[in-house]
């Protein structure tokens, strides 16, 4: 056996290891600290708003496309005869985040934020409606 | 046949073919908008045009242009698709693009022709229109601004509908499609332009924004309305009935269908549905278990014999009323009937006696072949309006001659051409007699009727029915009636057609008698677009008629109404019925069921006489069951479940299959093994199984062994001072079941009486007035309605409306005397 074959690769092993401990650490220390969040991270579902409304016309495209089938939408009437979303859910449960809902909509009423945070305790509240999934301003 | 190319296939297509339909038999596509099978060629898309090589490369329309022999087509040419991109380009400048808020995406031509040819960018710019979109009717929305005037609607309403609502207005950049003087549109609302509609300027608002045209599962079956057999697509979503598709294919009228087939399917996943069994407990109705409610029943009928009867409403199927017959039999009695007893004797008094068969020997698609109409009373096309449809193309397209002989005119009247006696009512026996007297005076007789039994008493009898005679009584001139008579005669092929139903007493055997006598007299039978066609009320009455639902030596419904009254039975089962409303003298229904001991009913709503019982059952639609229907025409039509059944109904075959085995009898377990029955047992439906009917039905055979029975022509009464009421069929309902589906409930809310102007004026009303209408039998309070087709003298009134039953002014007479007051 040959001493240097054998604990030259441990040198410099350790040096890498030493110089770790003088760098930034990696780790964060979540939930202390908070990730930066890429701009096209796809994290929990928005519904955009223009002139105090949401922009969603009911059109069935994102609840079409929706590979997890996880969108529920329901059309209404409003009093000017026009469509609206009078129900729009996502079951966060089942949703697998592949912002196809994104690419389908014909009038960008949806969008994907950087919300990642969705645990919670009961099944049913990870069912987000149409007041939930509103855009915060 | 004449040869040509097409695609550099060698191809052969009729003489009369299109270039469009020469190439549609043979496989190969050409994109179209404005043209219809259904329609006459019109040309104004000019979507379909393709290149002939004989004439010179240009590019013709191939929907307008007919085929001749040795033509070289070519349909898709760089040079085609370049101009059909055009096309598209050019619509889609003034057209919104507001797919996602059209419920006609997906179903789209305009969207699937973009797509097809990828016309992703406009080269022109332009200014969209601002129309005002019509909202004013609950049931069609008109949004010009997507027009692409194909005018297919407008031409469908005139050729096909014969109503004329829409047409085109307007001239230039600014032509539309609009009604009279650009105002709203109000007319029957069957729905058609909606149907042909290729974008989404004509939409079905009951349907609005429920569902995308892609999520919807398609589901045919048979219409559960009149009995003419429309075939229907049901869009089906979550278990719902969310509307009515048209399907250019389907059925004998190519999906054609009136206000109610369309627009009336809500009854379906109604609300207001009964969802569990009800049993009476100290005088209310609570509600129960599926096993004590059919315990309850079962422990009455057993060994009840004679006291136990039956009333089944003829929209049941031809297995259910079977199984109901199998379970009056197990309980000993034969105490069943449909119909309220009375309104099918046409066929099985009046056609059994004279035709040998309780069945029409003609069928629908006899109207179109033939030369000369006759129908008696322009309510065919109330009762029966896609049979209306058929008489529209048959006299606006086929030239066929109209005559009608009626109490009231209508529709039918103002067909081209069209020549309508009207008569004083309930005369129209005498009359059809006094045809046939003149026909036997005037040697117009085939050779064939001296060959028929009775004819010699025939003659004997219609002594009496010269038109001079009759003339008087019955309100025609000799004159009109010898005219009717002789083009009667001549016509090489005629079709007598008269509708029947609980709101047709009038419509008696002895009109049917008649009827036949006339036709065999002219030797009008055997022989295609010939003939006698009598339209039966509901979906299967014809099918209740061919399961003998109703015997010989059982009691009719009348007589169990009367044992009812007088304690001889104990127990009666409804099925589906409602003669609170529908039957004939109200107080004396209410009295029979009110003395009854056991009233079981098995109804979808809880319907004013289900409210009476003792124990009712929620029964599933049409919708949610399999079965056959066989249609006025003796068409026999397989239905299929479209939705599972809602809350806990059953259908009236798990319901009358679990009667029978807690009678100890035996149950089929299938509807298929109950039709296989079907088809070894009753004539004319031999050989024939749910596979064989198909998508399309099979005809039972009709039989004929003709005879001349002598009618007995009721004498026309009148009183002084009164006016005649007549009652009928509102054209947007069939029965009782059309006031549960929104759509004819929008357009027709409640019950009227229709009285003519010169009478209105007379007594000083005005339109929408409320008038007490008092006969002999009660008074109660209709709405009224002024219009110019009744005759003076005459009022009608529809008999549907639950909220105010007709009945209680109406006892069965086919014509009532009435006064009327403010």
New interface residues.
């Given amino acids: 056996m040959n001493p240097i074959n054998t604990f030259v690769p441990i040198i410099q092993g350790l040096k890498i290891t030493l110089g770790h401990l003088f760098k930034k650490p990696v780790t964060l220390q979540y939930p202390d600290e908070r990730p930066k969040v890429a701009a096209r991270f796809r994290g929990l579902h928005a519904l955009n708003v223009s002139h105090n409304k949401a922009k969603c016309?009911?059109?069935?495209?994102c609840p079409?496309v929706c590979p997890a089938k996880c969108i529920t939408v329901e059309?209404?009437?409003d009093a000017s005869?026009?469509?609206f979303a009078a129900v729009y859910e996502i079951d966060m449960l089942r949703c697998i985040f592949c912002g196809y809902c994104v690419e389908a909509c014909?009038?960008d009423a949806i969008r994907m934020t950087g919300e990642f945070e969705l645990a919670n305790y009961n099944r049913k509240d990870f069912v987000y409606s149409k007041e939930r999934l509103l855009e915060k301003k | 046949m004449v040869n040509l190319t097409i695609d550099d296939k060698q191809v052969t297509a009729p003489k009369t073919a299109t270039i469009y339909e020469a190439a549609k038999l043979n496989g190969i596509n050409i994109p179209i908008l404005c043209h219809d099978k259904k329609l006459k060629p019109f040309g104004a898309c000019r979507m379909c045009l393709v290149e002939v090589e004989q004439m010179k490369g240009r590019q013709i329309p191939a929907c307008t242009t007919p085929v001749t022999e040795g033509m070289i087509i070519r349909t898709s040419t760089p040079d085609i698709v370049k101009a059909r991109k055009m096309v598209l380009e050019l619509l889609l400048l003034n057209h919104p693009i507001d797919?996602?808020?059209c419920d006609k995406?997906g179903d789209c031509d305009l969207q699937n022709l973009t797509y097809e040819y990828k016309v992703n960018a406009n080269r022109f710019t332009d200014e969209k229109f601002h129309h005002e979109?019509d909202?004013n009717n609950p049931l069609i929305?008109r949004d010009m601004n997507r027009c692409v005037l194909c005018g297919k609607c407008a031409r469908i309403c005139d050729e096909i509908v014969s109503f004329g609502a829409l047409t085109f207005i307007s001239r230039g950049i600014e032509t539309k499609i609009g009604c009279e003087f650009d105002e709203a549109l109000n007319c029957e609302f069957c729905g058609s332009c909606v149907s042909v509609c290729p974008v989404g300027s004509l939409l079905a608002r009951p349907f609005?924004?429920?569902?995308?045209f892609?999520?919807l599962t398609k589901q045919k079956t048979i219409c559960g309305y009149c009995g003419t057999g429309c075939n229907l697509t049901l869009g089906v979503k979550d278990n719902k009935v969310l509307t009515t598709i048209y399907d250019e294919n389907q059925g004998f009228h190519n999906g054609q269908l009136c206000c109610r087939g369309r627009f009336g399917y809500q009854f379906i996943n109604s609300e207001k549905r009964l969802t569990k069994p009800l049993v009476r407990k100290n005088g209310n109705l609570v509600e129960a278990g599926w096993d004590e409610a059919l315990d309850l029943v079962a422990a009455r009928l057993k060994g009840a014999g004679a006291a136990a009867a039956a009333i089944a409403t003829a929209r049941l199927t031809n297995e259910e009323l079977v199984l109901f017959k199998q379970l009056m039999e197990t309980a000993g009695s034969n105490n069943y009937d449909h119909s309220a007893g009375y309104a099918h004797a046409a066929l099985t008094e009046g056609f059994a006696s004279s035709f040998g068969v309780a069945a029409s020997p003609s069928s629908i698609l006899d109207i179109q072949k033939s030369e000369l109409l006759l129908v008696i009373k322009t309510d065919a096309y109330e009762t029966h309006p896609v049979v209306g449809f058929e008489i529209n193309m048959a006299v606006k397209n086929k030239g066929v001659l109209l005559k009608i002989l009626s109490d009231k005119s209508g529709k039918l009247s103002k067909l081209p051409d069209a020549k309508t006696l009207i008569h004083t009512p309930g005369t129209e026996t005498t009359i059809i007699n006094s045809l046939a007297k003149v026909i036997l005076d005037n040697k117009l007789a085939d050779a064939s009727a001296a060959l028929i039994p009775g004819y010699d008493e025939l003659e004997k009898a219609l002594a009496d029915f010269t038109p001079e005679a009759v003339s008087a009584q019955c309100g025609l001139s000799a004159v009109e009636i010898k005219q009717l008579a002789s083009a009667y005669a001549k016509a090489d092929k005629a079709l007598i057609i008269f509708p029947v139903g609980q709101a047709y007493p009038g419509h008696t055997a002895a009109l049917a008698n008649a009827i036949a006598n006339l036709a065999l007299l002219a030797g009008k039978l055997g022989k295609e677009g010939s003939g006698v066609l009598c339209l039966s009320e509901k979906n299967n009455s014809q099918g209740a008629v061919d399961m003998g639902f109703q015997t010989a030596d059982g009691l009719n419904a009348n007589q169990i109404l009367d044992g009812c009254a007088s304690k001889t039975i104990k127990t009666l089962l409804i099925a589906g019925e409602n003669p609170m409303v529908s039957y004939p003298d109200h107080a004396k229904v209410a009295a029979a069921l009110d003395r009854l001991e056991f009233l079981v009913v098995s109804e979808i709503f809880l319907t004013e006489t289900a409210a009476m019982a003792d124990v009712v059952l929620p029964v599933c639609s049409f919708a949610e069951k399999e079965g056959t229907f066989t249609a006025t025409d003796r068409r026999v039509q397989h239905i299929k479940p479209a939705i599972k059944k809602t809350a806990q109904s059953r259908s009236d075959f798990e319901i009358l299959g679990a009667l029978i085995k807690k009678l100890g009898g035996i149950a089929p377990t299938a509807p298929a093994s109950v039709f296989a029955e079907i088809a070894s047992s009753v004539p004319g439906y031999a050989g024939m199984s749910y596979v064989s009917l198909g998508e399309e039905g099979q005809f039972a055979t009709v039989a004929v062994k003709p005879a001349f029975v002598v009618p007995q022509a009721p004498l026309a009464k009148s009183e002084t001072g009164k006016l005649a009421l007549v009652i009928g069929s509102a054209l947007y309902h069939n029965g009782t079941l059309s006031q549960y589906g929104e759509g004819p409930m929008h357009v027709c809310p409640e019950g009227y009486v229709e009285l003519s102007r010169a009478d209105a004026a007379a007594l000083n009303f005005a339109e929408n007035d409320l008038l007490t209408v008092s006969s002999a039998g009660g008074s109660m309070v209709l709405k009224a309605r002024i219009s110019s087709r009744i005759p003076q003298g005459v009022v009608f009134a529809p008999y549907h409306f639950g909220s105010n039953p007709v009945n209680q002014i109406w006892n069965g007479a086919a014509v009532t005397w009435v006064t009327l007051t403010k």
Avoid: M, N, Q
């Fill in positions: 016309v009911a059109c069935y495209l079409t059309a209404g009437e005869h026009d469509k014909p009038v | 797919c996602p808020v995406a979109i909202y929305e609005k924004f429920k569902a995308r892609w999520s």
